[in-house]
């Protein structure tokens, strides 16, 4: 430990008494000289001292500091007793006491400063740093708010790529979920065409006559191969929508024939539920361009979906009537113009698919169109019916919706242009 002499005096044992040089076990001895000049580089007020007080160098700027609040740099200028006005004791008992570092604040003929006092004990000697405490005051909070910025740039940057990396890992997922879906689907089609066929022979006599227990458990088992049947394409529908792979191959249809020929593949699965299927059809509705299956494919959803919800002895109505839907569109148009257009003939057709089941809550109107979205947690299904329904839909140009309150049923519907240009 080092030992200090008393305040006022100078060990000749010392090693800043000895000469202008530097003399350190762990480095080369340098020129006091050659110390000021590399002091000049810095910007910063620097003086050296000894522990007595007697300064043994100052830059440039130092020197400059001195002279500003009245001080001649010279050999007579004590550290302490001149510049600091403060007893050598006062730095010596800080630095015993373990302290290395020491702010002290000083009144000058020219102003306030603030000097900063640190020991370096391989040398023996102390830095002062003289600052202004203008300077200080108005570069420290500057500093102070570059350095938060600073920081909450760099944690955005990090939250940015955090997320990048996150939501392209959920992209990698979800691509690997539908690829999944497809293969599944492709590998599950083969087999359930030919289980289904193998039912249609049995069921048709055949292969010999069947009794009434027999037939109704094929019946019963054709069914569910039907129903196995509708999912594995509705896996593929949605693994086509998924992967942006979905082509409509729109021809000059009749929607009559379209639902008529859906309805009576239906009405046999409605009848074993006990539940009444009732179709009624405008007769004026017209031959326009559609995509037949996927047409039937989003009014099955709705029908699967509408069957599922209804207690035995309900009722599913599905309807198809001629509509006008007025659009709006980017050009302007004139009031008296469009009072003339509402009164034009329809442009579209409007499909309905009512049932008198539970209802669903005017909150998850918007929700049960989303993928794997399921209201009723009870019930079957992989909650893709109604999302692949409303794509389909969207990719006709046409819109879809329900209309529905709690124990009232609900009523699904949905919107095909007739001027469909795609």
């Known amino acids: 430990m080092l030992r200090f002499a008393e305040s006022g005096q100078v060990s000749k044992e010392s090693k ?30 620097i003086l050296v001292s000894d522990r007595t007080g007697r300064i043994l160098l100052a830059n440039l700027q130092g020197k400059q500091r001195l002279e500003s609040h009245g001080f001649t740099f010279g050999a007579n200028l004590n550290l302490f007793s001149d510049v600091l006005c403060v007893g050598s004791k006062v730095i010596v008992e800080q630095i015993e006491s373990g302290e290395h570092e020491e702010d002290l604040e000083l009144e000058f003929c020219s102003g306030s400063a603030l000097a900063r006092i640190q020991w370096f004990p391989e040398t023996d000697w ?18 102070a708010m570059q350095h938060t910025v600073q920081g909450l740039l760099q944690e955005r940057e990090i939250t940015y790529r955090n997320l990048l990396a996150a939501y392209l890992r959920l992209q990698e997922v ?20 030919v289980i289904k066929g193998y039912y249609d022979l049995l069921l048709s006599g055949s292969l010999g006559k069947l009794t009434d227990k027999q037939r109704d458990i094929l019946q019963e088992s054709k069914e569910s191969s039907e129903r196995l049947v509708r999912l594995v394409s509705m896996f ?14 729109l021809r000059e249809n009749d929607l009559r024939d379209c639902l008529g020929e859906l309805a009576s593949r239906w009405r046999e699965t409605f009848v074993r539920k006990h539940v009444r299927l009732d ?4 007769n004026d509705l017209p031959i326009f361009k559609f995509d037949y299956q996927k047409v039937q494919q989003t009014v099955a959803n709705l ?8 207690p035995a002895g309900g009722h599913v109505e599905l309807r198809a009537e001629l509509h006008f839907w007025e659009r709006r569109s980017t050009k302007e148009i004139p009031f008296m113009d469009r009072r003339r ?23 998850h109107h918007q929700e049960i169109f989303e993928d794997f979205v399921r209201v009723d947690r009870t019930s079957s299904g992989m909650g ?7 794509r389909l839909v969207q990719a006709h140009r046409g819109k879809i919706w329900v209309d529905s309150e709690p124990q009232r049923g609900c009523i699904f519907t949905f919107i095909l242009p007739m001027d469909n240009l795609l």
């Open 303 to 310: 029908l699967d979906n509408a069957l599922k919800h209804t």
């Open 16 to 45: 800043l008494t000895r000469g202008p040089v530097v003399d350190s076990p762990a480095s080369e001895t340098l020129p006091l000289s050659l110390m000021a000049n590399l002091l000049d580089l810095l910007e910063q007020p």
């Open 279 to 282: 179709m009624t059809l405008n």
């Open 126 to 143: 102390l830095i002062v740093r003289i600052e202004g405490k203008e300077e200080r005051k108005t570069v420290g909070p500057a500093a």
């Open 384 to 390: 893709l019916g109604l999302a692949i329904a409303k």
């Open 341 to 363: 257009e509402s009164v034009q003939h329809p442009n579209s057709i409007k499909v309905s698919v009512s049932d008198t089941g539970p209802g669903i809550a005017s909150e």
């Open 174 to 193: 979800n691509r690997q979920k539908t690829l999944f879906l497809a293969s599944a689907a492709h590998e599950l089609k083969t087999p359930l065409a």
């Open 236 to 249: 593929l529908n949605y693994s086509a929508l998924e992967s942006g792979k979905l082509v409509l191959h």
